[in-house]
T-cell receptor, first 113, second 113 residues
């Protein structure tokens, strides 16, 4: 069965600090997709990244970077030089093919000025 | 439309009543998903449509929940004999299918009193 674990329920840091959000997943499939979504207070889920299981290259997009390691079934998300606008709940999710997304419980990130 | 549209944005209903929640996906997206998000939790899968048919309804909690997508575009989630435990945000997402990302709507906040 698929499962996504985000062990960090809440994280609070001071602006400009770097912060890493952890995500560990379980799946029996060899082909799958991993996602990160941001949910600001407005409630809408904002897509950040999708990574397929055959692409282990790390990715950087501005202040955001993702570290995908199949050996440890992890897909961690790092925000460098955090800003107050980064405050939100962040969800890691897993899907197999075009099927349903399985979400983690989310990590509430608070960036204090 | 440009995004996934969900109506109403908020719905308050009395216990035992029937409600319908509507989702208008991105034009051309063949896959449509319904999720339910309770306070402090990650979204949980309810049902997935590919075209007009329900490809996976394994997430529907019981037979009070039903969803349709008669013309392969707009979908309606129907809840009969609502209970207080049904209170949650109901999220809709659409996708072009396998290997593509999911775009979420803003959700319908359902409160059963």
């Amino acid at each position: 069965a698929q499962k996504v674990t985000q062990a960090q329920t809440e994280i609070s840091v001071v602006e400009k600090e770097d912060v890493t959000l952890d995500c560990v997943y379980e799946t029996r499939d060899t082909t799958y997709y991993l996602f990160w979504y941001k949910q600001p207070p407005s409630g809408e889920l904002v897509f950040l990244i999708r990574r397929n299981s055959f692409d282990e290259q790390n990715e950087i997009s501005g202040r955001y970077s993702w570290n995908f390691q199949k050996s440890t079934s992890s897909f961690n998300f790092t925000i460098t030089a955090s800003q107050v606008v980064d405050s939100a709940v962040y969800f890691c999710a897993l899907s197999e093919g075009a099927q349903k997304l399985v979400f983690g419980q989310g990590t509430r990130l608070t960036i204090n000025p | 439309g440009a995004g996934v549209s969900q109506t109403p944005s908020n719905k308050v209903t009395e216990k035992g009543k029937y409600v319908e929640l509507r989702c208008d996906p991105i034009s051309g997206h063949t896959a449509l998903y319904w999720y339910r998000q309770s306070l402090g939790q990650g979204p949980e899968f309810l049902i997935y449509f590919q075209g007009t048919g329900a490809a996976d309804d394994s997430g529907l909690p019981n037979d009070r929940f039903f969803a349709v997508r008669p013309e392969g575009s707009v979908s309606t989630l129907k809840i009969q004999r609502t209970e207080r435990g049904d209170s949650a945000v109901y999220l809709c997402a659409s996708s072009l299918g396998q290997g593509h990302g999911y775009t979420f709507g803003s959700g319908t906040w359902l409160t059963v009193v």
